[in-house]
């Protein structure tokens, strides 16, 4: 993933980003994490986490909106199933219509990280 | 990758178990799933060696607000469940649908006919409903309409009153009064008749008519100039009256035709306004065109033009309508100030009209007048729906021949009904099986439900054509000769009636065999293995309600059978009635001279001359002539006095009478009980004759003679010589009135129309085209009127009678059909259903003819039951029709007991053949079958 560093300073700075891109780009990480097969949402906020470095989920409760959403969008499916600690638990998996919206999502976020990078690293206010 | 991801669900089985969990299943998951997320992270936290109650503190710190995510959760969750609740209900239907099509296309021959009963029930409803709608229900197309009120009758929309002023209809004097005198109205206008009107449009300006052209003749009438402004109308093309017409007699030579005369005439020219129409010999200018889709305040009878009041003494020469406070023919309508009640704009109007009338009455009217609008008091009504004729005529036929169509869809749903239950009957093994395997009652039933509705609608569509057949059928029977031009249209409301009415039909007939065909006893169906009818064989309650519903279809059938006998017998009483003269030989022609200018003398001349010209064509066999005539729908009536007579009331003395010609009733065919008929002696200098009929005579001269009596009217003395037997002159229905015949020739003035009476040796019709020749031979320029054979006439008159009495017929043969239709069903029925005991019988020795009887009697048990109930309703019912019986009692005997012979021959028809057939069965085969 293209952002990695990770301290308290710059999540707060995130949150002054557009929300919508913020959302955008977590619904992208969580259809990533269940690409896989399905996890639960404790397993998709450790893999973010991980990933990220804690940068994208600003309290991990806010992946639970973002999950359920995704759901009624019929972007993911869920199933409850037993963990591997023998706990009655929520799986989530990736639905054709999910499969999708990650491989197109993912080609957009480059474009637009691509775009907004070139923009952010101009050095003069006129048209190269 | 993280191993807690790697968890695949075990047991899908789960998932539908947590499906019925019930209304709290959302929360429960929300919570459970954060709960999981905050164990499985304080127990990792812990595995890093925090401590217990630390690690859930930081689990939930890292958490976050818990109590907005889960709210936030809940929202998204309850969406998407309505969603897909939304989502399932819609599948349901679109299989219910899908499933419904497929099961009625397989069994194509039950859908037909099932749709053909539906379709004639709720078709004939549709029909009637449209009639109803036209006539009774819908308002004038214009705005605020519950604001109009009517002043007077408002059924005598082509009503012309000489003699004394009345209130029920206005003349323009006292129009003029009631206008100017009132404080309730911020508007009144005044409408007219105007009669035929002879109109020519092709022709120059000045008037003149180019030869060849034909006489138009547009239906027109007389209106004030405030007319559309009343109406709150504007004009679609051009201009209506302005404000400053119609003030002076004979100033405005203008004329606003209706949108839909100038599409038919003019074909929507929009250079129409502004051409000149010759009306009556008098040019008219073409001012504007109505609004689109008015026809004026008449409701059942279109008009075509409306013509300034003011310009009646010109466009109808000779008649002096305008100033004379004894020539009545203006109906009154107006438009009630805001916040006037109906009721407040009656005392006032009412205190108006009757100053105005007390005011110009000669002082020994006043007294008569006071007395009469005590009697009958002034009326102001709600003009929303219009004037008409029709309504006040019909409302009771059409009500009647609704009450019979509402019992045929009754018999149509209990037939379905039947039919359906019937099937239940057969798909009680599938009903079994699907509520076996875990489907709700409830969501079978919905499936049947949705059978009927999709029956019902199906139905209902085909219903609408026989709806747009059925209404123009019924409006040429009942208009006779010339169909009642009523605006009959299938619009949005009939649409709406129809589904609606579509609908119920669709729960009345389907709910009952739906909650039928669901109770099942799955044990039992189940069990029996095989049989189509199995699982609902054998209980008692399921042959016991398609019974009850036969039961019920021959007391509705009896009902309408009793009502239709009545009023056939009504029908052909009136249609053979005696009526006191030769009607089989009569032809009836109508002239009017006024109009080429015969007055007087003249019109004497011109009188005696027509007399001559008709007896000498081929088969007439006496010629005589009247004013009013014969079934002519025109009637005058006096006062009088009687010598040896002392009325007691002022009513007594009240007649009707007509001014006829010499033979008048040798002509006629009428019956002389005493003394002679008019002769030609009885002429302008011959001394001044009168001949009375039999109620007048035995009314007047209870205890004598009349013969050589005196009447006097108005000062003229005139001696009785002739007693006639009662004529029926104006209705088969009117019963027997006082009737005094004079001379015409002897009367003060002769009218300008009058009527020919024409006696013939053969059929009447024959001569109807020499008589119009030989009239017309006689003077170009006279106007003939009509020529008909009087039978004609008289089948006009109860042309309504013979359209009920047709229809009603055609339903009650319908219910009949059904009823029959229906048991036959049930009788089939019963008779697979006890193939094996018929067997047994049979085997133990029973004859063919005995299990035929066995049935036989059935069938005749169930048609008593019906009879028995339906004997007291259709008694009761019947009452309502006694207000369109002729010489039929309330409780009319022949027609319940044809009725009933009816109804059991066709009974012991319908069930006759399952009864034969329950005979044939080979005892062996019948018990093998169980």
Redesign the interface.
Same mark, same amino acid.
Do not use: N
């Given at each position: 993933m293209g952002i990695s560093c990770g301290n308290l300073h710059t999540a707060n700075t995130m949150e002054d980003l557009d929300i919508g891109l913020m959302r955008g780009t977590l619904d992208l990480l969580i259809l990533k994490a269940v690409s896989w097969g399905p996890r639960h949402g404790y397993a998709i906020a450790e893999w973010i986490e991980q990933v990220s470095g804690s940068v994208l989920l600003v309290g991990e409760g806010t992946l639970y909106p973002a999950l359920h959403r995704l759901e009624k969008q019929r972007l993911v499916e869920a199933e409850w199933g037993v963990s591997e600690n023998n706990r009655q638990a929520k799986f989530y998996r990736l639905s054709s219509d999910g499969r999708r919206r990650l491989r197109t999502g993912t080609s957009s976020w480059y474009d637009f990280v691509e775009a907004a990078g070139r923009a952010l690293k101009a050095t003069s206010p006129a048209p190269a | 990758?993280?191993? $807690?991801? $790697? +968890?695949?669900?075990?047991?899908?089985r $789960? @998932?539908i178990f @947590?499906l019925e969990d019930g209304p709290r299943r959302v929360e429960r #998951? =929300?919570d *459970? *799933?954060?709960d999981?997320?905050i164990?499985?992270?304080t @127990?990792r936290l812990v595995d890093s060696g925090l401590d217990p109650a630390a690690a859930r503190a930081q689990a939930l710190q /890292?958490? +976050?607000?818990?109590s %907005? =995510?889960r709210s *936030?959760?809940l929202t998204? #969750?309850h *969406? /998407?469940e309505r %969603?897909m609740q939304r989502a399932n209900h819609l599948e349901d239907l679109r299989q219910d649908a899908g499933y419904a099509v497929r099961t009625l296309l397989k069994n194509k021959g039950f859908t037909a006919i099932v749709l053909l009963i539906l379709a004639l029930g709720i078709g004939a409803n549709t029909a009637m409903f449209t009639l109803v709608d036209a006539l009774l229900l819908r308002t004038l197309p214009v705005s605020h309409a519950e604001r109009l009120v009517t002043i007077g009758d408002p059924t005598r929309t082509g009503s012309l009153s000489e003699g004394s002023p009345r209130a029920d209809l206005a003349s323009y004097p006292l129009y003029a009064d009631v206008r100017a005198g009132n404080h309730s109205l911020s508007g009144l206008y005044a409408s007219g008749r105007a009669g035929r009107l002879d109109v020519f449009i092709d022709h120059d300006s000045g008037g003149s008519v180019r030869s060849g052209t034909e006489a138009e003749h547009p239906r027109g009438r007389f209106v004030s100039g405030n007319f559309f402004s009343v109406l709150q109308l504007h004009a679609s093309l051009g201009r209506t009256f302005a404000a400053d017409e119609d003030l002076v007699p004979g100033d405005d030579p203008v004329v606003v035709i209706s949108h839909d005369y100038w599409q038919r005439r003019f074909a929507g020219d929009r250079s129409a306004v502004g051409r000149t129409i010759v009306v009556n010999g008098t040019p008219l200018t073409i001012i504007g065109v109505g609004p689109a889709g008015f026809t004026g305040d008449i409701v059942g009878q279109p008009y075509d033009m409306w013509i300034p009041l003011m310009m009646q003494p010109s466009v109808m020469p000779h008649t002096e309508w305008m100033d004379d406070r004894g020539i009545s023919w203006l109906m009154l309508m107006g438009r009630l100030k805001p916040g006037v009640s109906v009721a407040q704009a009656r005392s006032d109007v009412a205190a108006v009209m009757k100053r105005s009338l007390v005011d110009n009455a000669k002082g020994d009217q006043i007294g008569a007048i006071e007395r009469d609008l005590r009697d009958d008091p002034i009326r102001v009504e709600s003009g929303a729906r219009g004037f008409s004729y029709y309504r006040s005529a019909y409302s009771e036929s059409l009500l009647t021949l609704m009450a019979a169509v509402a019992l045929v869809l009754l018999i149509a749903c209990a037939n379905v009904a039947n039919l359906l239950l019937a099937r239940a009957s057969a798909r009680g093994r599938e009903m079994s099986v699907r509520m076996a395997l875990g489907a709700g009652r409830l969501r079978l039933v919905q499936q049947l439900l949705t059978e009927s509705v999709i029956l019902a609608v199906a139905g209902g569509a085909l219903g609408l054509l026989v709806a747009y057949w059925g209404s123009r059928t019924l409006l040429h029977l009942a208009g006779g000769s010339s169909p009642i031009p009523l605006d009959a249209q299938i619009d949005g409301r009939v649409l709406i009636f129809t589904a609606l009415l579509a609908l119920i039909t669709a729960i009345f007939f389907g709910l009952v065999p739906a909650l039928r065909a669901t109770r099942v006893e799955l044990a039992t169906a189940l069990r029996s293995q095989g049989r189509g009818v199995a699982g609902t064989q054998g209980r008692p309650g399921k042959l016991a309600l398609g019974k009850l519903l036969v039961i019920a279809q021959v007391a509705l059938s009896l009902l309408l059978l009793v009502g239709t006998g009545m009023l056939v017998r009504s029908m052909q009483k009136l249609q053979n009635a005696d009526l006191g003269m030769a009607r089989d030989r009569l032809a009836i022609a109508e002239v009017d001279a006024q109009r080429a200018g015969y007055d007087g003398p003249r019109l004497v001349a011109l009188i005696r001359d027509l007399v001559a010209r008709m007896e000498r064509v081929p088969g007439v066999t006496g010629v005589s002539y009247s004013e009013n005539g014969i079934f002519s729908g025109t009637e005058s009536g006096t006062t009088l006095q009687v010598e040896g007579y002392t009325a007691r009331a002022d009513s007594d003395t009240v007649v009707a009478y007509d001014d006829v010609g010499p033979a008048y009733f040798h002509t006629i065919g009428a019956h002389l009980m005493q003394g002679r008929d008019f002769e030609a002696r009885d002429n302008e200098t011959g001394p001044k004759v009168a001949v009375i009929n039999t109620t007048a005579a035995s009314f007047f001269f209870r205890d004598g003679d009349a013969i050589g009596r005196h009447l006097t009217v108005d000062s003229t003395t005139w001696e009785i010589v002739g007693v006639v037997a009662d004529v029926e002159e104006q209705g088969v229905r009117e019963g027997p009135q006082r009737r005094v015949y004079f001379p015409m020739v002897q009367m003060e003035r002769q009218p300008g129309r009058f009527k020919l009476e024409i006696h013939t040796n053969g059929d009447p019709s024959r001569i109807v085209v020499p008589v119009r020749r030989a009239l017309q031979a006689a003077d170009p320029s006279l106007v003939v009127l009509s020529v008909d054979p009087l039978n004609h006439l008289i089948g006009d008159s109860i042309s309504r009678d013979r359209m009920v009495a047709q229809v009603v017929t055609f339903f009650g043969a319908l219910a009949l059909v059904l009823a029959a239709l229906g048991l036959y069903g049930v009788m089939a029925y019963a008779t697979v259903r006890r193939t094996s005991e018929f067997g047994l019988r049979m085997a133990l020795g029973a004859q063919p003819g005995d299990v035929t009887r066995l049935m036989l009697r059935e069938a005749l048990i169930l048609t008593i039951g019906g009879v028995v109930i339906g004997l007291p309703v259709a008694i009761m019912a019947t009452r309502l029709l006694a207000g369109q019986l002729y010489e039929v009692a309330v409780l009319d005997v022949p027609s319940i007991v044809l009725a009933i012979i009816v109804l059991s021959i066709s009974a012991a028809a319908a069930g006759l053949l399952p009864a034969i057939r329950a005979a044939r069965v080979p005892p062996l085969e019948a018990l093998r079958v169980e």
């Open positions: - | 990758m993280d191993s $807690s991801s $790697s +968890g695949t669900p075990r047991d899908r $789960s @998932r @947590r #998951d =929300v *459970e *799933e954060i999981f997320h164990q499985m992270r @127990r /890292r958490f +976050g607000d818990l %907005a =995510v *936030e959760c998204i #969750d *969406e /998407r %969603a």
